[in-house]
């Protein structure tokens, strides 16, 4: 079983002042007033162990505040020029089950396999 709580930073990109300008159709703005993303994360695992085959299933549960998005938006529809920025956009919760597998065939042949199934809901 474990919880842990992190600190998702915005990248440095996000917050220059200055327009990037990929064509001229396409502006990048950057976003001064961004805040960081907080994330709670819970996992509840257990590991069933044979002779040769491992099995590791985990069950976890994450929710995020303050998500970092992209906003694209058009100012004037005569121009047909589109801005795009980073915005704090609501929150973010995914939950589902990992299991991860383990075989291993002599001293030093193993395989590794890994499955996830997973629900995203903003």
């Not at 600190?7 to 001064?32: C, E, T, V, W």
């Not at 069950?59 to 920025?85: A, G, P, W």
Request: charged residues 20%; positive net charge; contains cysteine.
């Amino acid at each position: 079983m474990n919880y842990s709580r992190r600190i998702d930073r915005p990248k440095g990109l996000y917050f220059i002042p200055y327009h990037s300008i990929a064509d001229n159709q396409n502006i990048m703005l950057g976003n001064q007033n961004l805040d960081p993303s907080y994330v709670h994360s819970y996992e509840v695992g257990y590991a069933i162990q044979q002779k040769r085959l491992t099995i590791n299933p985990t069950l976890y549960y994450r929710y995020k505040t303050d998500d970092v998005k992209k906003l694209t938006y058009q100012e004037d529809e005569s121009t047909n020029v589109f801005y795009t920025t980073s915005v704090n956009l609501g929150t973010r919760k995914d939950y589902g089950l990992d299991p991860k597998f383990l075989y291993r065939f002599a001293t030093l042949v193993e395989t590794y396999g890994k499955y996830q199934c997973f629900l995203l809901q903003y």
